[in-house]
């Protein structure tokens, strides 16, 4: 499995990201490195689809699929957690897409 994180270097949210899917990885013991990936430009979110920072991606798909737009940009994204609009998806969010993509077993 490849995990990684794509985020622009402005991005306040983007390590908390790296953290809870690492964190839930683990706790689901899947043995993946999480990778993080830097968009340094405009051109170059439009040319890898990033909807916006942090956005997670497991073997190169977006674990919250954004709906499609004509541009892109090096923006903030936010997540809708269950305590409203954040920066990152909380872990119980990542298990649970995980799971529904047949990536872990479950939650826990």
Not at 38 to 63: M, N
Request: with cysteine; charged share 25%.
């Amino acid at each position: 499995m490849r995990a990684e994180v794509l985020y622009f270097e402005g991005c306040p949210t983007y390590r908390a990201a790296q953290k809870i899917l690492r964190e839930v990885l683990a706790g689901e013991g899947v043995g993946a490195d999480v990778a993080l990936l830097k968009v340094g430009s405009e051109e170059e979110a439009r040319r890898l689809g990033f909807p916006d920072s942090p956005t997670i991606r497991i073997d190169g798909r977006d674990l919250f699929p954004a709906a499609k737009r004509a541009g892109h940009a090096l923006g903030c994204r936010v997540y809708a957690t269950p305590e409203g609009l954040r920066g990152s998806p909380t872990p119980d969010m990542v298990r649970a897409a995980l799971a529904e993509r047949n990536l872990v077993l479950g939650t826990s």
